[in-house]
């Protein structure tokens, strides 16, 4: 295919709005409740899963609530269902409530939200994109680029640090100006936790993302493939998410309704979809 027009200023601004949009997508995740449905391996090559937990993922206002359900999205067990359901509504009421210990929580929540919008900027200057082809998925045009370190980057925290170590692509709608994939590969090995704890060179993570709401591009499916040691033992996390059934469910008062009108059901069945 074609390498599409574009100068140095056109590919600055839309990696630049992609960037805001990412945060705008990652923001919008504590007002929507989905399934997950995670698949964990023993390695990279065995594919048949070890484990496999579905759950039914509602943003709880100060954290999120992971309730298992099966595979057909209804509870395995009713009683123990209505159960977690109970939990989430105390949760949410809670959450939904002003008080100090709420306002503290809510300022640790958007002091972790700073440091991840902070994260994602800086990987637009940590990081040289250069383009290099153009693919079509689901009937949308998308460009690839390459992401290599920058090297003329300095690190301002311990987390920044480790883009040096990190290589990948990025996969761009630029229709939408939004990121619809990205994989990474870890080039050295990546000492974190005030070195307790190394994550090995050859490590790869991958994410796929859709349009799942109008202006919304939300993940649809994710791999992380790490191995590495923690203090005197090794570790290994291969885990495979499918992420659908986006729904949202608003802030904590507004949850708080959906939960209560839900509990209200016989059999605490599972809120229509």
């Known amino acids: 295919m074609p390498t599409p027009p574009q100068t140095e200023d056109e590919k600055a601004a839309l990696l630049n709005l992609v960037l805001v949009n990412q945060k705008k997508n990652d923001e919008a995740m504590s007002l929507y409740e989905r399934v997950e449905r995670v698949e964990m391996r023993k390695n990279a090559v065995d594919m048949q899963s070890g484990e496999i937990k579905i759950s039914r993922v509602v943003p709880a206002g100060t954290g999120v609530d992971h309730i298992p359900i099966g595979p057909d999205g209804k509870p395995v067990d009713p009683g123990a269902y209505h159960t977690e359901l109970v939990k989430l509504e105390h949760a949410l009421s809670w959450a939904a409530d002003d008080g100090r210990a709420q306002h503290d929580a809510y300022e640790k929540i958007a002091k972790k939200q700073k440091e991840r919008n902070d994260l994602?900027?800086?990987?637009?200057?940590?990081?040289?994109?250069?383009?290099?082809?153009?693919?079509?998925?689901?009937?949308?045009?998308?460009?690839?680029?390459s992401m290599e370190p920058n090297p003329a980057y300095k690190a301002t925290t311990r987390t920044t640090a480790i883009f040096a170590k990190v290589r990948g692509f990025v996969w761009i709608d630029p229709e939408a100006g939004q990121l619809a994939r990205v994989e990474g590969e870890v080039t050295e090995d990546i000492t974190v936790g005030l070195f307790l704890a190394k994550v090995y060179k050859g490590s790869h993570f991958m994410q796929e993302r859709y349009e799942m709401l109008p202006g919304l591009w939300m993940p649809s499916f994710s791999q992380y493939d790490f191995d590495g040691r923690k203090l005197f033992s090794t570790i290994s996390i291969h885990?495979?998410?499918?992420?659908?059934?986006?729904?949202?469910?608003?802030?904590?008062?507004?949850?708080?309704?959906?939960?209560?009108?839900?509990?209200?059901k016989p059999g605490g069945a599972v809120a229509d979809r």
């Open 120 to 145: 994602i900027d800086a990987t637009r200057t940590a990081f040289l994109y250069s383009f290099l082809s153009t693919e079509t998925r689901a009937g949308r045009v998308l460009y690839k680029y």
């Open 239 to 264: 885990e495979r998410t499918f992420y659908g059934q986006y729904r949202r469910i608003g802030p904590p008062k507004e949850a708080l309704a959906m939960v209560r009108a839900e509990l209200g």
